[in-house]
């Protein structure tokens, strides 16, 4: 028999699929693990237990979060719901404000910040900006456009086909408009036309020809004439699709009836869309024409102004942009999600996107030896876990990048290109989550469980979902303040001591004896399983191995499961009194624990040990050392 010793020193390819399990000599399956759930894979290739989630309000129903970042010392969580936005700092509320989107709408409502105006845009309702004055007084109000004397400066488009003509009766005063097509409809009231450059305002609907107005300003001339349009953006014609800010520029990406229309402002006046006389700072306004449909879904502002549509990525360029610079160039044909809006995110100077075909997040990067952007896909060896995404952004403390799929399951990528880590990992929670943003340093979650709407934080000091802790002078076995969990069953952290479950009833659990602090919430299990061993180190796919011992190194851990082939068993960290175990919180314990096995393994496709484990307890795995005996 031949003895193998193998060691694992790092989990940075994170979980693999396992179509792998042929590929033994890929870097991908000698740095990767067959499951990986509930950790987070630190840079530097160990798993952790993955954060707890902290309580933090409930919510009307499913939504969207936001961050909005007034300064660097004063972030705030937008929540989206059905018609209505919530303002939360710090994990507390601070107010809420009755807003146009329904539920429905919400997952494809579009935004962006700058400074203290959060702007949201949808191509079924008039923009809005969200403001926070110097007072802390917040307001949701439309947009306005830079006006001047009655004239409106915002984006305008003949709809109707090159050769239509308008006929006004008169140059000034109420008039009617006569149009040689059906253009006009009964939602047209309000809207603003320009004819020969001048400004009128149609009051009344006629007919799909005839329209009343009042003019703005003098006309020309009473006679037919193909130089009109209409405003861009109405009823009749849909609002904007994606919106972002570049090089001093507020930039519209795409409407409901114009999707593949960019629109970009005067420079330094960003609500003025006057194209003027195309001068250096004038407002800049173009259609992306190709041989695929380019319906924009996301527009961001890097290295140069990206755009992401339903067939292709876009680069507009020009330094500065103007409108006799401006360039716009296809760089691949990849095609962004069309359903719903999921904001592409910075990491490490590269855009991460959603593909359209929702198995795929690829990174958009300039490359220098072609000059060029690429999107490479990050998802390539771990398709399993891409699996229709619905939300994302980005956490660049702990270098994750936060997916919620579809499923209500949600995944990390812990991204570092400089040491090439990009390692995948699955989470599970009781219940499904909905949406994720990251403020400042802390990421959030919208959670729902059971028919609730929760908030919810990651929490470093915790190992539970949906907890919350409590401290009490006296020590207690009763404790309440638990609503969002009735009716559930609850694992407790009470004086560091994993406690009894219990069930929630009105709010309140009690617990087999009294502590002083507590934590309280749903468990979670972790998982780590890695690959089996690869064949060409055992010398053939179809020889039987056996493991001998596994040397587990482990980091301010206080728990540790493991099935080594006779099912899961709880290991002893350390030698310490029973007196110890019952009334005193297990100690945090870093070094090398050694688990003997027994029994050969015969099926070359199944990993040798497991660990599985869902005591709230800290957990760290650094390294994994393993003894195989192979049957020759």
Known sequence: MTRVRQVKTTFTAGEVSRSLLGRSDLRAYENGALALRNVFIEPTGGVSRRSGLRFVDTVDGDGRLIAFEFNTEQTFLIILTDEKVSVYADGAFVTSLSAPWSEAQIASVAFTQSADTLLLVHPDVPPKKLTRNAGGVWLLEDWEFFTDNNVIQQPYYKFAGTI??????????????????????????????????????????????VVTADVIETLGSTSATIDWEEQAFSAVRGYPVSVAFHQDRLVIGGSRDLPNRL????????????????????????????????????????????????????????????????????????????????????VDGATFFVARSREEIREFIFTDLEQAYSATELSVVSRHIISKPVDQDYDQL???????????????????????????????????????????????????????????????????????????????????????????????????????????????ITIERAVSEIEVGLPYTHIIEPLPPAATDTGGASRAVRLVEALFRIEDTAALRVDVGRGLKDIALRQFSEDEILDEPPPLVSGDIRVRALGWQADG?????RIEQSAPLPFTLLSVTTELKVND
Do not use: C
């Open 398 to 508: 702990q270098r994750l990048l936060f997916i919620v799929r579809e499923d209500g399951k949600f995944a990390t990528l812990t991204s570092f290109r400089a040491e090439k880590v990009a390692a995948w990992t699955l989470h599970e929670t009781d219940g499904t989550a909905k949406s994720v943003s990251v403020v400042g340093e802390t990421v959030y979650l919208l959670v729902e469980r059971n028919g609730i709407y929760t908030i919810e934080e990651f929490d470093p000091t915790l190992n539970l979902d949906a907890a919350l802790t409590g401290e009490a002078e006296t020590a207690t076995a009763s404790w309440s303040g638990l609503d969002h969990l009735e009716g559930k069953t609850v694992s407790v952290v009470g004086d560091g001591v994993v406690l009894a479950d219990v069930m929630v009833s009105a709010g309140s």
């Open 164 to 209: 239509a003509t308008i006929t006004p009766s008169g140059t000034s005063g109420t008039i009617s408009l006569t149009s040689s097509e059906a253009v006009f409809a009964e939602g047209h009231e309000g809207t603003r036309l320009r004819i020969g450059g001048k400004e009128v305002q149609i009051t009344d609907f006629d007919s799909p020809t």
């Open 605 to 609: 496709t199944a990993p040798l040990w």
């Open 263 to 346: 629109w970009l402002s005067k420079s330094g006046d960003l609500f003025n869309f006057d194209l003027g006389s195309g001068l250096d700072d004038d407002s800049i306004a173009f259609g992306i024409l190709s041989d695929q449909v380019n319906a924009i879904r996301g527009i961001f502002s890097g290295r140069d102004l990206q755009l992401f549509t339903s067939g292709a990525e876009w680069i507009v360029t020009g330094e500065p942009l103007t409108p006799t610079s401006v360039q716009i160039k296809r760089q691949t044909r990849i095609g962004s999600v069309t359903t719903r809006y999921i904001p592409p995110v910075n």
